[in-house]
């Protein structure tokens, strides 16, 4: 499967931001699907997953209560809808996908490109 991460750019703290990871190939329906982010010089950390039917989902702690992950099958295509955005949001997010893991470790088979989302006023 490839993946496509989209929807990144600058937005003020405090503000939203909705990003997407488009899937293409065979039964993306058929894997889990995350989301993590890498700020400059530092370790790349787990977001959220999210399971291949949508109805279980995981959150970091640093994340929950603000992003919201989501998945609509029929478009192959899951969201990261994020919220109240803080300046150390700053990081280039990428999408992953794995047939089996669904934990926080970098152990996803497919990765996407990435895309910056910057906080700042």
């Known amino acids: 499967v490839q993946l496509q991460a989209s929807g990144g750019g600058l937005v003020q703290p405090g503000g939203s931001l909705k990003l997407a990871c488009a899937g293409s190939g065979r039964a993306f329906d058929s894997y889990v699907v995350a989301w993590f982010r890498q700020a400059p010089g530092k370790e790349r950390e787990f977001l959220a997953s999210?399971?291949?039917?949508?109805?279980?989902?995981a959150y970091a702690d640093s994340v929950k209560g603000r992003f919201t992950i989501s998945r609509d099958n029929a478009k192959n295509t899951v969201h990261l809808q994020m919220n109240s955005l803080k300046a150390e949001d700053t990081a280039v997010y990428y999408c992953a996908a794995d047939q089996a893991y669904a934990g926080p470790l970098l152990e996803y088979d497919y990765w996407g490109q990435g895309t910056l989302v910057t906080v700042s006023s």
């Open positions: 999210i399971s291949w039917s949508g109805t279980s989902t």
